[in-house]
């Protein structure tokens, strides 16, 4: 027997907004273009340059709601390995209704402090986690949990180009200021 999808079209429009915010942080003047994987991969997105590899969630909660996250063990196991396999970063994105974020999971750079890294020291609890309202057996599986606060957060941009614009202004003005 197939297991269902869970997955909407609105789940897929509130990921397509999280990357958007994602990428414009990466480069607010010229946001790297981004990718969709296929459906069944074990990542969402993808972008050439700079090379990441995205898991994106939303979630209907503020940020803070709780002090640690949960997720599906095997998601980030797959990106480590992914990312391994490729040389290439891999994060996660995670949306609440109040603020977005970000962390790395994995990284060829091995000074940028990961998931994977806090694995390895111990920081990440494991546990057996997951939605129990729906009857579906596969929704709880082994899980990660971490705090919150390891999160890169970051408010919302609600207008890219008027942020944009802003950034440009303030550039503009230090490059006056400093001759």
């Given amino acids: 027997m197939s297991r269902p999808i869970y997955q909407t079209a609105q789940d897929l429009k509130n990921q397509e907004g999280l990357i958007r915010q994602a990428v414009f942080q990466l480069n607010p003047l010229a946001p790297p273009k981004y990718t969709r994987s296929a459906d069944l991969s074990s990542y969402d997105y993808s972008t050439e340059y700079p090379p990441i590899i995205f898991e994106v969630k939303k979630r209907k909660i503020l940020h803070n709601q709780y002090e640690t996250y949960l997720i599906s063990a095997d998601k980030i196991d797959n990106l480590i390995a992914l990312g391994k396999e490729n040389g290439v970063s891999s994060v ?44 579906d057996p596969y929704d709880v599986e082994r899980s990660y949990e971490w705090p919150v606060k390891r999160f890169l957060l970051y408010p919302y941009v609600e207008d890219f180009e008027r942020e944009a614009f802003r950034i440009e202004e303030a550039m503009s003005e230090e490059r006056d200021l400093t001759g």
């Fill in 92 to 135: 996660l994105i995670v949306g609440w209704t109040d603020a977005w974020g970000w962390i790395p999971v994995f990284s060829p750079n091995p000074q940028t402090d990961t998931l994977e890294a806090m694995l390895g020291r111990g920081e990440v609890g494991v546990s057996d986690w997951g939605r129990t309202d729906r009857n």
